[in-house]
């Protein structure tokens, strides 16, 4: 049944846009706190009139995930009932992670918007996918929730390309994520920045853990409170001001550039020796090999990932309380970077004693 | 002629020419005033010109001629048209005079030009009287102290200058806006909102500045500095102020918000460049501390990482041991006895102190590991815990959540199958419920949606409206201080122009003059009028006159030809055709006639013109002064021709 899928779906809003380059938030089922529309209303690019228009965008707010689809209302429509709009966008906010998904099921909303040019109808089309799984689409046939897996979009992101963008220096990427630390990437594209980090988190494959990722974040203040209160993320921004703001990140990836710099606060904690050089060389070499897709290649990562997790868990076993202590590894004189790393992901693992 | 006469002879007395006073028309000069009037004007109008010639006409007659003829050469030279010799001068008759000095007057410089010429306000006024002030005292020579005249020993004396020291005055400043009590220096009075009491406790400026010479410095500082701030916000105010629509007070207030952000940042990115490794130095970490010393705003505690509180902590702990070393070590030093040992003594003992101290260092390094390792691991660890705790409120509210749905699906459980009917039932019942009230909802919120986009369109003309208003508000600001400007420069204009012609002399009266010559000008018109007519009128007869001849001309063509026919054959037509003939020519002679006779009434009114301007050229007396002359120049030349033979 579709049961315990469909309680994933918190809202779905209306925003629009008029002649007057006036945005307004005009509908919303069931309803919307007032701070996350605020934000809303900030990723939705309707409101920075000189950009172009992004037809999908997604983000993370508060472990709230939210997807916008724009769409500019061409002439001849139903939509001349709402005479002066001349874009709208439809937010769906929900509590998982699946960005094709909820695409195929704005785009779906939008065309009945555009067709009957009331909400009256999205909301019956909302309603069925809620209770049912099920919406008939005008277009080609319906859509089935089940037809969206959640496996299938973590691994739509393509870790082959970042790996071809930045080669070796993946390796930092991986550590950073073994070890939960602060990734902030900057791209001013909001469609790259969204393709790019959505495949970061496939790194740790083992904690499949996509809560980390927040895709589109900007420089307000009630979105970087929400950072600080996470201990490890995937953050990215447009605004290329974020590069001064060293209070945010470990890591720091321009991407345009394709620079990759730790903070000086971090680099003691992400210091890397040859067991990353070799967990690095493996990385390459499988994204190199032309014959191997992606799935593959997150897959040769998490078999080594978890080689190195099997031999902390077997450290903890022989220690009390199976909680590893500094004492442990230095017993075992691994050179002092692998000594280190292995620390700091006992402590990531929630392995370390305290 | 009696007009232009007069103007020529107060011109001609105004060069400095001496005209007698009975003397009221150009008929009336002799040769020699009119030489004298020549040369003046010629000196008037180029000094270079008439600076070789004589105002007075020689004596002797070969002279006069050669002064004659350099006058005529001179006035030739500036450019008079008309036919100018010695015998302009000599044997002069009135029509060439008058036109000569017509020319000569009309090239006189104007004099006035230059005072008309730049209407100067009361500061160039006062410059100009400064400025004649100085040039006076530059020109007076210097003279030794002991010399001077105490008239001059004021000007001359290096007592009074100055270097220009100034100080600043404290003003009340509720001489614009009551109520405020802005006092520099003084103490607080009485919360007294009227500025008399403080008027009396403040000294005038005069009294302020501890030198007496600093004061007008003072004044001039002072209101140079209030001349440039009013105008500073006068310009700011007019440009971005009234775009902004806010009141003068609003947009102050908004400035001050907006320049103590700026402040705010650039304080946070100074004290966030500095790094926050172990061991800081440099003036980020003074900053840093400084700020906190403020009061600890919440703003900077952000910027400080989590981590940092053991830096900071490690920190201060760390001053302390090296200060506690050089305790040590100033205590050892003082220990050191100063008396005579012997040398070896001295080295064991330094050595001694050497190893402890060394001792001491490994000691201090070590505890600094283990205190950094100890750092590191408590850090770990909270991100660890802190990781933990996440989780765990996660899942518990998760956890929460599914207990909560599980309990309830037990409690329907028994009755499965009808239960799940009916919730299936309850579930469509209410989507379709929640689908209407959507649907009444709907109605509710387009109109209001609707009005609320017509509002703010309102909205938006209006203020397209008010900024075009603003901006029209703006160019009559603008008008109104071009127009206040030019009429305080009108005024200033017209009272300096009030005064000079108050002082200008009343000799000759302009508006007389100026009546005569609007008067002239009519007359000439109304006869430029009446000569149009008159051509024209002569010109329709003249038309009429060809049109008749040529009538004329024909009908006899016509006639003859036709009575000539006949005549051949009847002897009464023959008659008629010679009646005829004789007619036509009689009538050609008496028209003849009649064009003679206006062709010698013509000639005649011609000659009797050049009668009169003839009988005006004086020309028997200036005959006879000729050959009166000549006879001179005569005996002259004899007289000289005797003179080189006896030499």
């Known amino acids: ?354 | 002629m009696d007009e232009v006469d007069k103007i020529l002879i107060h011109s001609l007395r105004q060069t400095g020419t001496d005209v007698g006073k009975d003397v009221q028309s150009v008929k009336h000069f002799t040769s020699e005033l009119i030489v004298e009037a020549v040369v003046r004007c010629l000196r008037v109008i180029d000094p270079a010109l008439g600076s070789g010639l004589c105002p007075s006409l020689p004596p002797g007659m070969s002279a006069r001629f050669r002064v004659g003829m350099s006058l005529a050469q001179a006035c030739q030279d500036l450019g008079y048209k008309g036919e100018i010799g010695y015998q302009t001068f000599l044997y002069s008759n009135e029509p060439e005079i008058r036109s000569l000095l017509m020319f000569l007057v009309e090239k006189l410089p104007r004099e006035s030009a230059e005072a008309s010429d730049q209407p100067a306000g009361k500061s160039a006024l006062l410059q100009k009287s400064i400025a004649a002030q100085i040039k006076a005292q530059l020109a007076l020579p210097w003279l030794s102290p002991s010399c001077r005249l105490p008239l001059l020993c004021k000007t001359q004396n290096p007592g009074p200058s100055h270097s220009f020291h100034s100080q600043t005055l404290s003003l009340p400043h509720c001489l614009k806006v009551p109520g405020k009590k802005q006092l520099k220096g003084k103490p607080q009075n009485t919360q007294d909102p009227h500025n008399l009491l403080s008027l009396d406790f403040l000294p005038p400026v005069t009294a302020q500045p501890s030198q007496h010479a600093s004061v007008p410095a003072s004044l001039l500082e002072q209101h140079a500095g209030e001349l440039s701030a009013a105008q500073e916000w006068e310009n700011e105010w007019n440009s971005q102020g009234l775009l902004s629509r806010l009141t003068p007070e609003e947009y102050r207030s908004r400035k001050r918000a907006r320049l103590q952000k700026r402040i705010e940042e650039q304080l946070r990115t100074a004290a966030q460049t500095r790094p926050d490794t172990l061991g800081a130095h440099g003036s980020g970490s003074d900053l840093t501390e400084l700020l906190q010393s403020f009061g600890g705003s919440p703003l900077i505690g952000d910027i400080l990482a989590k981590g940092t509180r053991f830096t900071h902590t490690e920190k201060f702990t760390f001053t302390e041991e090296p200060e506690k070393a050089a305790k040590q070590m100033a205590a050892a030093a003082n220990s050191l006895p100063s008396s005579h040992q012997s040398e070896e003594d001295l080295q064991a003992r330094q050595q001694e102190e050497l190893a402890s101290l060394q001792q001491q260092l490994q000691q201090l390094s070590l505890s600094l590991e283990e205190v950094g390792g100890d750092m590191r691991q408590l850090t770990v660890s909270i991100h660890q815990v802190s990781d933990e705790l996440k989780q765990k409120e996660l899942s518990n509210t998760e956890e929460e959540d599914s207990v909560r749905v599980k309990k309830q699906t037990i409690y329907l459980l028994p009755d499965g199958e009808n239960n799940l009917a009916k919730l299936q039932a309850l579930v469509e019942g209410s989507a379709e419920r929640v689908v209407n009230l959507a649907a009444q909802w709907e109605k509710h919120r387009a109109p209001l949606i609707d009005e609320h986009r017509r509002l703010k369109e309102l909205c938006s003309n209006q203020e397209i409206e008010s900024s075009r208003k603003l901006s029209e508000i703006k160019e009559l600001h603008e008008k109104i201080s071009q127009s206040a400007e030019e009429a305080k420069k009108k005024e200033g204009l017209y009272k300096q122009l009030i005064t000079e012609f108050e002082n200008l002399p009343k000799d000759i009266s302009r508006s007389a003059y100026t009546a005569r010559i609007l008067e002239i000008v009519g007359n000439i018109r109304k006869q430029k009028e009446e000569i149009t007519k008159i051509l024209s009128d002569t010109k329709e007869l003249q038309k009429e006159i060809n049109s008749l001849t040529g009538k004329l001309d024909r009908t006899f063509a016509v006639t003859d030809e036709l009575v000539f026919k006949d005549a051949k054959k009847d002897e009464s037509v023959r008659k008629s055709y010679k009646y005829l003939a004789a007619l036509h020519e009689n009538c050609t002679q008496l028209i003849q006639t009649i064009e003679d006779t206006g062709t010698i009434m013509r000639e005649i009114r011609d000659l009797e013109e050049q009668i009169d301007t003839e009988n005006g050229k004086k020309t028997v007396s200036n005959l006879e002064k000729i050959l009166e002359d000549y006879k001179a120049i005569r005996q002259e030349n004899s007289a000289l021709a005797a003179k080189i033979r006896e030499a």
């Open chain 1, 1 to 354: 049944m579709a049961a315990p899928e469909t309680q994933l779906m918190l809202s779905v809003g209306l925003i629009e846009k008029d002649v007057n380059a006036d945005t307004l938030w005009v509908w919303c089922y069931p309803s919307v706190s007032a701070e996350l529309r605020e934000v809303l209303l900030s990723k939705c690019c309707l409101r920075q009139d000189s950009r172009g228009l992004h037809t999908f965008v997604f983000g993370q707010f508060r472990r709230t995930w939210y997807y916008i689809s724009t769409v500019e209302v061409q002439e001849p429509t139903a939509l001349k009932k709402v005479q002066f709009v001349t874009h709208f966008s439809i937010v769906v906010t929900t509590k998982d992670f699946n960005p094709e998904k909820y695409a195929a099921f704005s785009r779906v909303l939008c065309r009945m918007y555009i067709k009957h040019g009331s909400p009256v109808k999205m909301m019956e089309g909302y309603i069925a996918v809620l209770t049912k799984g099920v919406c008939q689409s005008d277009e080609n046939g319906s859509f089935l929730i089940k037809d969206y897996d959640v496996r299938k979009a973590y691994l739509a992101g393509s870790v082959k390309d970042v790996v071809s963008q930045f080669g070796m220096e993946t390796i930092i990427l991986y550590t950073a994520l073994m070890l939960k630390k602060r990734i902030v990437v900057h791209h001013p594209q909001v469609e790259a920045l969204l393709e790019f980090t959505r495949a970061l988190p496939a790194l740790t494959w083992h904690r499949k853990d996509w809560s980390i990722l927040h895709p589109y974040v900007h420089l307000t203040d009630s979105e970087l409170e929400n950072l600080r209160t996470c201990t490890g993320y995937v953050a990215g921004f447009v605004d290329p001001e974020v590069s001064n703001r060293s209070d945010l990140f470990d890591v720091y990836v321009n991407l345009p550039d394709s620079e990759i710099t730790i903070s000086q606060s971090a680099k003691e904690a992400m210091s890397m020796g040859k067991l990353h050089k070799d967990i690095g060389l493996v990385i390459v070499q499988s994204a190199e090999n032309a014959d191997r897709t992606d799935g593959q290649i997150i897959k040769d990562i998490s078999i080594k990932t978890r080689e190195i997790l099997a031999n902390l868990a077997s450290l903890a076993e022989e220690c009390e309380n199976s909680k590893i202590t500094l004492e442990t590894l230095k017993q075992r004189h691994f050179p002092p970077a692998t000594e280190n790393f292995l620390f700091h992901l006992a402590a990531a693992e929630q392995l370390l004693k305290i």
